[in-house]
Structures are given as C-alpha cells and as structure tokens.
C-alpha cells in the first residue's frame, strides 16, 4: 500500500523568509500526490495537486510543489512566507482506483514576525 | 452551498456509550469519506461511500463502528461501546468524480471518552 513520511513535525520561519516543506511516499504505482493545509478550528483545504504531466505544480496563496520521481518526493515551496500561512500542513497520496487516501502525520509551519 | 457540514462538533461521551455523528456532504457530490484523526497524526482513512454504497473499509473500523449513507445524501458514522482509544478528530470528506478530484473536507468532529 502506498504511504507517506513528512519529515519535519514542526518548522518554524521568520516572516518574508522561503520555506520548504518536505514529503517524500512509497507506492508501487504511479501516484497522485497532494498537499492540504489545516487552519486552527478549520477543516483540511486543498493547496496543490499532481496528477500527471507538469512536474511543478502551483497551488493557492503563493505555494508550489515538485513531484521527483527518482527521489519519490513531493515537497511544497513558497518563496517567502507571511504570518497568514501559520497552520499545519498534510501531504497526501491515493494510486489509481484506491480510494484510501493516505496522509502523513502533517508539518506544523510558524511564521514568526 | 456551505460546504462540508459535520454535527455534532465536539461529544463528550462515558466510556461504554454509544454516539452518532453526523455528515452532511456539499449536494451532488457522490463521493463521501470518513477519517479519524489522532493528536500529532494525519487523517487516516475509515470507510468510503460512492452515492449509498460502501464501498471500502478500512481495517481501522472495529466492528464497533458502523456507517450509514441512506439515499446517497447525509451519512452517520456510529460507535458503538465506545472506550478511550476512540477519543479523536472525526472528518467528514467529499467530492464528485474520481480519486484524482478534490475532497472537501468538513471541520470534524472531536469525541472524549471519558
């Protein structure tokens, strides 16, 4: 089954600051890939998808991933971050025709001023 | 349409009690998925329903929880003898179309058992 490890539990960025978010999966089979940002007392909101084609993917509010397929990876990268963008974020892999949704344990991003 | 709608928020319940949650998913969306979500965890995945069908379960679903989607519409999600290690974030997730569309997930609902 596929499976995904986000390496960092918590990051913490002063504001203006790039940041970088790492995912890398597991899966026997080509992939979807996704990253979902959580906000204090919000549901999961998507920020990016890949699904085929392109390799770098932009999302909302300023944030794009690359799928590496060499290094099974998928970090999500924002140039320079605001106080707005405090939140947890969740990398996500489903394969074609599995509906198991599997997410990592999440990447906690501070942005301090 | 306002989205994703979950209810309760937040059950406080005794160990041993049965509860019931809620779903309500955005209309016309045939897609409905429920995750369980630990402290410091991600979502893990529970159960799947294609319009009023269930189509996968996870391992993660005792035979305590069962899942309801009558009509294709709302769905509840129930515990039943519920003991500490249910205490979670519930999430309610859907969507139209395939795997590779987006699921719009709902705020959750946090379970304490106490």
């Known amino acids: 089954a596929q499976s995904v490890t986000q390496l960092d539990s918590q990051v913490p960025v002063f504001e203006e600051a790039p940041v970088e978010l790492r995912c890398n999966y597991s899966?026997?089979?080509?992939?979807?890939l996704f990253w979902y940002v959580q906000y204090p007392n919000q549901g999961l909101q998507l920020l990016l998808k890949?699904?085929?084609?392109?390799?770098l993917v932009k999302g909302i509010n300023g944030f794009e991933a690359e799928f590496n397929k060499s290094q099974t990876s998928f970090h999500l990268r924002k140039p320079s971050v605001h106080i707005s963008d405090t939140a947890e974020y969740f990398c996500a892999v489903s394969v074609y025709n599995n509906n198991d949704m599997r997410f990592g344990a999440g990447t906690r991003l501070t942005v301090k001023p | 349409d306002t989205g994703v709608s979950q209810d309760p928020r937040h059950k406080i319940t005794k160990r041993g009690q049965n509860v019931t949650f809620r779903c309500d998913p955005i209309s016309e969306h045939n897609r409905l998925y429920w995750y369980r979500q630990t402290l410091g965890q991600g979502p893990e995945f529970l159960t799947y329903f294609q319009n009023e069908a269930q189509l996968e379960k996870s391992r993660l679903l005792s035979d305590r929880f069962s899942a309801e989607r009558p009509k294709g519409s709302f769905s509840t999600l129930e515990i039943q003898r519920t003991e500490q290690g249910d205490s979670a974030m519930y999430l309610c997730?859907?969507?139209?179309?395939?795997?590779?569309?987006?699921?719009?997930f709902g705020q959750g609902t946090r379970l304490t058992v106490v």
């Open positions: 890949y699904l085929s084609g392109s390799t």
């Open positions: 899966s026997s089979v080509s992939v979807y």
């Open positions: 997730a859907s969507s139209f179309g395939g795997v590779n569309t987006e699921a719009f």
